[in-house]
C-alpha cells in the first residue's frame, strides 16, 4: 500500500499553458540578468503580467532577448514532469524563498525539461509543445521593478 501525500490546497484555476510559460519566463530571467523569479504575478488565460527585480531598466534589444528565449525553450517540446519531495531534499534544487509558512512537508517540484524546476501547486501542461507563441504585449521599468505583460498565440 502506497503513501499518500499530502499537499496544500491550491486557491484557483490557473490556465495551464499559461501557467507554465510563467514557470519559462521566470527561469529565463534568472539566467539572463541574475534576478529572483517574478515576485508578483498575474497569471490570466488571455493576458498575463510578471514583476521582476532589476537594477537597471532592460533594453528593447534585452527584453526581445527575452521573448525570443522563451519562444526557443516552448519550441523544443520540452516534457513538463512533476516528482514528490521533503523540503530537504528541494532546496538543493529550488529556492524556497517563497514557499509560505504552512506549506506541507513534501513538496511537488515541476520540472520543465532540464530548463527549469519549481515549487509549484499548480497546473501545467504536459509538454510544451502545448502552449503556443509567447508574445510581450508591453512592458515598463520604474524604481528597480520591470513589469512584464503578454499573452500566448497560436
Known sequence: MGTTVQLNEHNKQEY??????????????VRMFGCPRSKNAHIERKKSKCDYELAAAPTEEQIQAVENQV??????HLA????????????????????????SETLRIVRIGDYDACACIGTHVS??????????????YADGRLRLRFKLTE
Open 127 to 140: 509538454n510544451t509543445s502545448e502552449i503556443g507563441h509567447f508574445k510581450i504585449i508591453s512592458h515598463d
Open 71 to 76: 519562444n526557443a525553450i516552448i519550441d523544443n
Open 16 to 29: 495551464p499553458p499559461m501557467h507554465t510559460t510563467e514557470h519559462i519566463l521566470n527561469q529565463t530571467m
Open 80 to 103: 513538463v514532469t512533476t516528482e514528490f519531495m521533503p523540503h530537504e531534499k528541494a532546496a538543493s534544487i529550488v529556492d524556497l524563498s517563497k514557499l509560505p509558512e504552512n506549506a
